[in-house]
Every structure is written in C-alpha cells, then in structure tokens.
T-cell receptor, first 116, second 111 residues
Framework: EAGVAQSPRYKIIEKRQSVAFWCNPI?????LYWYQQILGQGPKLLIQ????????DSQLPKDRFSAERLKGVDSTLKIQPAKLEDSAVYLC??????????????FGSGTRLTVV | DAKTTQPPSMDCAEGRAANLPCNHS???????VYWYRQIHSQGPQYIIH???NNETNEMASLIITEDRKSSTLILPHATLRDTAVYYC????????????FGTGTRLTIIP
C-alpha cells in the first residue's frame, strides 16, 4: 500500500528565489497537513486541509508561504520569496477521518530545503 | 505548545530494554497518549497509543500511570535501528486534531 509521497527530496535555492513542494496523500485520506521542521526541533504545523478547504493556517507566514489542495487530493506548498530561515525539512502528512491507528496519521519522508 | 515533557536524550545498550518517560500532567479526559519516532532523514512514524490501560504491539509497550499524568514507552529489546528521536504527544483520539510535537527524546542505542 502506497504511503504519503513527496517531491522533490532535496532542493537548494538562493534567497529571494521561489520554490514549490508537492505532496500526494494516502488514498482516501481527507485531511492533509504541511509541517516545517527546523534542524534540532520537532515538526511545526504550517497548514491543515480538510478535503480542499483550509482548517488551520494560523502558523503559516502568509506573506511568503502559500498552499493549495485542488480537488481535495494532491497539495502544493510554495515559498516566494525564500529567506535563509526557511531552510528546513517540509513534511506532508495525511490522516483518515478518525486519524487513528498505524496508518491513521502518516507522514511522508519530507523535502529538505536549503536556502543559500 | 506541546503539552508533554521528555528528557532531551537517553542512551541504551543494544539488546536491553529502553524505557522512555513522558510527563503530561495537564492531559484532558478525552486525550490519548501517542508515541511517534523519527529516524534520521525520515518522517515521523507511528509507534503506539493508549488512553489509560497499558498497551502492547509488535513495536513497543506503553505504560500509563493510573492518574494518567505520565507514561513510559518500552522498547523491550533495543536494536541499533531503534536509534531515533521519540516524541510523546497527547491528542484527542478521534477527529482530525493536529499532532503538536515537542523536541522529543533522542535515543541512542549503544552497540
């Protein structure tokens, strides 16, 4: 059974450039999350979608970050323009309606972004 | 903010039981205790969860105190592949409540 797919795996960009990350959740999972994980810290939620609607984006820096989930399946997270402090791993996760059990809340392997 | 407190790091000898503590003194009645771990360069992986009874699965055991203010994750026979950061999280069991991570415990298994 396929897990949460993310791409690219790694990305290096210069500051002020733009970048986009892609996530394909587990089939049938209605809820999708984007987390940011800075080195040495736990993941921090950026945005949560329920189907194609936003549930929580209170921690998303909206002046530079944007995310969408068209048709309630795949999602894209964009940063424009990037800053040095955006260097982090960006994790996508998805959950079933109950969010329980082994595959109830599953993470992808993440995209490691380095801004130079 | 995370509602749990964990030691920042622990070591355990290979083959021995690893016991990872977690304090969650403000846990609510509808919140479960979840444990996830994150191996280097991977996303967090679900381990186990529980409400008030002790739980065991193929990966680990979870011991929750009677007052539910603390818990211990037990890896019965630690291997080198268990080296990871372990996160203890409290969360309502049903619904789509986000997972709020603290800084976790970095467990190192010593050969």
């Amino acid at each position: 059974e396929a897990g949460v797919a993310q791409s690219p795996r790694y990305k290096i960009i210069e500051k002020r450039q733009s970048v986009a990350f892609w996530c394909n959740p587990i089939s049938g999972h209605a809820t999708l999350y984007w987390y940011q994980q800075i080195l040495g810290q736990g993941p921090k939620l950026l945005i949560q979608f329920q189907n194609n609607g936003v549930v929580d984006d209170s921690q998303l820096p909206k002046d530079r970050f944007s995310a969408e989930r068209l048709k309630g399946v795949d999602s894209t997270l964009k940063i424009q323009p990037a800053k040095l402090e955006d260097s982090a791993v960006y994790l996508c996760a998805s959950s079933s309606l109950t969010g329980t059990g082994v595959r109830g809340y599953t993470f992808g392997s993440g995209t490691r972004l380095t801004v130079v | 903010d995370a509602k749990t407190t964990q030691p920042p790091s622990m070591d355990c000898a290979e083959g021995r039981a690893a016991n990872l503590p977690c304090n969650h003194s403000t846990i609510s009645g509808n919140e479960y205790v979840y444990w996830y771990r994150q191996i280097h360069s991977q996303g967090p992986q679900y381990i186990i969860h529980g409400l008030k009874n002790n739980e065991t699965n193929e990966m680990a055991s979870l011991i929750i105190t009677e007052d539910r203010k603390s818990s211990t994750l037990i890896l019965p026979h630690a291997t080198l592949r268990d080296t990871a950061v372990y996160y203890c999280i409290v969360r309502p069991h049903f619904g789509n409540e986000k997972l709020t991570f603290g800084t976790g415990t970095r467990l190192t298994i010593i050969p």
